[in-house]
C-alpha cells in the first residue's frame, strides 16, 4: 500500500522557520496517551512581513525623533520617552510573535486540531476526527504565495460539526497529502 | 492661563509630564501581564520545547513595565 509506506517514512523535520514540521516534539492540552503529532504547521514566515517593517519603521521613527524633541525636557524625561518607545516597540514584537507562534494547525494520527489565537485574549482550538473529515480542499493563489509556495487548506466535516482551517500554512498540497493519507489509514486500517 | 504660560510654569508642565508616565507606564504594565498571562496559557495548551524561553521573555515585559513605572514615579 503505497499510501500508508510514505506515512510511516515521514522522518523528523522541521523547515521554513518552523512553519512546517513534520513529527516535532510537541504536545497539545488534549492529547490522547496513544495519539502522535504527525503535522504542525503555522502560517508561511513571509505572511510575517509586514509587522517586522513595521518594528522597523517605529525604531527609526522614535530615533529620529529625538532629534524634535522640545527643548523643556529634562534628561530623565528624554530618558523615560526612549524607554518606553523601545518597551512598546518590543510588546509589539512580542505581541505579533505569540500571535504567529501559537496560531497553529496540528494533525495527529487520529484527528485535525486548529489552535487560533487572535488578538492575545481570544482562544478557540477546533478538533476534527480524521473519521468525521469528508473533504480536504488546499487552495493557493496570488503573486506572494506562487513564489513561496503557501496557500489555506480547507478541511470540511460531516454533519455539524465545525470545519477546519488552516490559513497561509506552506506547502498547502502536501499538507491536504498528508491529511488524505492518515484518513485512508484510518479508515482503511494500517 | 494661557498656553504660553503654561510652558513656562516649569512645576505644572512637569506634575503634567509625570502623570503621563505613570499613566502610560501602568497601561504598559497591565498589557504585558495580560500578555505574560496568555503566553502561559497558550504553552499549556500547545506544549513546545521553547516554553522556558517564551515564560522568560513574557516575564522581561513584565519586568519592563515594574521598571518603567518605578522610574516614572520618581521623574
Do not use: C
Amino acid at each position: 500500500m503505497k499510501t500508508v509506506e510514505k506515512l510511516e517514512t515521514l522522518s523528523s523535520s522541521h523547515q521554513i522557520l518552523h512553519a512546517f514540521n513534520i513529527r516535532p516534539n510537541i504536545r497539545f492540552e488534549a492529547q490522547g496517551d496513544n495519539e502522535q503529532v504527525i503535522l504542525v504547521v503555522r502560517a508561511h514566515p513571509i505572511t510575517q512581513i509586514p509587522w517586522l517593517l513595521n518594528s522597523i519603521i517605529f525604531i527609526v521613527f522614535f530615533y529620529y525623533l529625538n532629534f524634535f524633541l522640545p527643548s523643556f525636557l529634562n534628561l530623565g524625561q528624554i530618558i523615560f520617552i526612549n524607554l518606553f518607545a523601545l518597551s512598546t516597540i518590543s510588546a509589539y514584537i512580542w505581541f505579533n510573535f505569540l500571535s504567529w507562534y501559537f496560531n497553529v494547525g496540528i494533525v495527529t494520527n487520529q484527528r485535525v486540531v486548529d489552535v487560533d489565537l487572535q488578538a492575545i485574549v481570544y482562544r478557540e482550538v477546533t478538533y476534527a476526527n480524521l473519521n468525521k473529515i469528508e473533504d480536504v480542499t488546499s487552495k493557493g493563489g496570488g503573486f506572494l504565495a506562487s513564489i513561496f509556495n503557501y496557500g489555506n487548506v480547507f478541511i470540511q466535516t460531516a454533519g455539524t460539526e465545525v470545519n477546519v482551517e488552516f490559513f497561509n500554512v506552506p506547502k498547502p498540497a502536501e499538507v491536504s497529502r498528508i491529511i488524505n493519507n492518515l484518513i485512508y489509514v484510518k479508515k482503511n486500517g494500517s | 492661563m494661557d498656553l504660553n504660560s503654561f510652558f513656562n510654569n516649569k512645576e505644572l508642565l512637569n506634575l503634567f509630564i509625570k502623570a503621563f508616565a505613570v499613566v502610560f507606564s501602568i497601561i504598559y504594565l497591565l498589557f504585558s501581564i495580560v500578555l505574560a498571562k496568555q503566553a502561559d496559557i497558550m504553552t499549556k495548551t500547545v506544549d513546545t520545547q521553547k516554553k522556558p524561553l517564551i515564560i522568560l521573555v513574557s516575564l522581561g515585559q513584565v519586568g519592563l513595565g515594574v521598571g518603567l513605572l518605578i522610574y516614572s514615579l520618581f521623574l
